[in-house]
């Protein structure tokens, strides 16, 4: 049997080295680059293609931008709408990395726990400049909340930290460990099915037809919790609590 | 597993960092603006549509007040001019009942005296002619036997008679 594990290799396609670093094109790449043209192919509109009375595809596009919007409005407050381009940026680039990854044959970029750990910091690094620019040093008071008995300080302000710092990494894990597992299994389904034959194959391939719209409604979920996550961080660094 | 091998750590890193700034940049810059601008005028135009329609029903409100007090009023002059009609129609069927009745009774009462009027005529003229027959029988009895003085004496208590007869 195959290793199930081993389609999430990344491999060199275009070999690109600048300094030190390695930046070479990986099918991964290529695959955030296909997520980035497809995002904006569903939500670029020509204005003189809006209509007053909107058709599916701008029905749908408008729905999902109204409910990041109101979404931002309710978690962060009036000024949510401003990080809207941003919320937005996150869900499709989520989304539709992971909606292509399900196609057969093709690579899951948000599968790399490097891509999920870079949107994730990037995220909570926004999160974090917001604070700044609204509180200034206060925001750092997140870390030992007005009303704490200054004794019980030393033990919160660790504890804080550490809550703090698992934002970025539980947002990262969430995602890479969500759309690593399905793959994996579905890799795992197919084999079995490829190894068992027409004669008992049949069981798991309904399986792995089961587990396939199961990560459909997974890609979707991902991405909303993935900027939803970011969402609330920000409007905590807005609110400080 | 594969994905902690950290030899495509830079590539994946920095390549996700660009195309996600890609995708915020031509959200930002082309896809967001006309959509939140038509989602924008939708709710404006909607919004537009629902005060003209409560105003329109405002309006249609007042007419109808309007014109069911006006057919309030224009019901209750008819039931007066009617109640005038039927009031007038009335006095002068009376009226008319009532010269009707006293021209019957005239001429009831014109003919009673005519009758009356004719009737003594009559008797006068019956009264007369009898008068008139009997002094002709008389005369006729008495140029047969004049002188017998018992007849005279019939004859004129004959006309006495008439005259009592006459009252």
């Not at chain 1, 704490?148 to 460990?177: C, D, G, K, N, Q």
């Not at chain 2, 008319?96 to 005239?106: G, S, V």
């Not at chain 2, 006729?140 to 006495?160: A, N, S």
């Amino acid at each position: 049997m195959e290793n199930p594990l081993h389609h999430f290799e990344l491999h060199t396609l275009v070999p690109i080295r600048i300094g030190g670093l390695d930046l070479s094109i990986t099918q991964g790449v290529v695959m955030m680059w296909l997520a980035v043209a497809a995002a904006f192919a569903v939500l670029f509109f020509p204005a003189a293609r809006l209509k007053l009375v909107p058709g599916r595809r701008q029905s749908l596009v408008e729905m999902a931008v109204v409910f990041l919007r109101d979404m931002s409005v309710e978690l962060i407050g009036k000024k949510g709408p401003v990080f809207l381009p941003l919320l937005a940026a996150l869900f499709f680039f989520v989304l539709f990395c992971n909606l292509l990854g399900l196609i057969p044959g093709t690579f899951t970029a948000t599968s790399q726990i490097f891509v999920t750990g870079a949107l994730a910091v990037t995220a909570y690094f926004v999160s974090v400049g917001v604070g700044l620019k609204y509180h200034g040093l206060h925001y750092f008071k997140i870390f030992a909340p007005t009303g704490t008995p200054s004794w019980l300080v030393p033990l919160m302000v660790p504890i804080e930290v550490i809550s703090h710092l698992a934002r970025p990494l539980s947002l990262a894990l969430r995602l890479f460990a969500n759309m690593t597992a399905g793959h994996t299994i579905l890799a795992v389904l197919f084999s079995l099915t490829v190894s068992l034959g027409i004669a008992l194959g049949w069981l798991p391939f309904g399986f792995t037809v089961a587990i396939y719209l199961l990560e459909f409604a997974v890609a979707f979920i991902q991405a909303y919790i993935f900027t939803i996550l970011t969402t609330v961080y920000i409007g905590d660094a807005v609110h400080l609590h | 597993m594969p994905q902690f091998d950290v030899h495509f750590l830079t590539s994946s890193v920095f390549w996700s960092v660009v195309s996600f700034a890609i995708l915020l940049y031509l959200l930002a810059k082309y896809a967001l603006p006309p959509v939140l601008k038509a989602i924008d005028e939708r709710e404006q135009s909607i919004r537009q549509t629902i005060n003209e329609a409560q105003r329109l029903k405002a309006e249609g409100e007042t007419l109808i007040k309007e014109y069911e007090e006006k057919m309030a009023a224009i019901r209750k002059e008819s039931q007066e001019i009617l109640e005038g009609a039927r009031l007038q129609a009335q006095r002068l069927l009376e009226a008319n009942e009532r010269e009707t009745r006293t021209r019957a009774e005239k001429i009831l009462s014109d003919a009673k005296e005519e009758i009356e009027r004719e009737t003594a005529r009559a008797i006068r003229d019956v009264r007369g002619h009898a008068a008139s027959l009997a002094l002709a029988a008389t005369e006729q009895i008495l140029r047969k036997k004049v002188d017998d003085g018992d007849q005279r004496r019939l004859v004129e208590e004959f006309l006495r008679q008439l005259e009592a007869g006459k009252g």
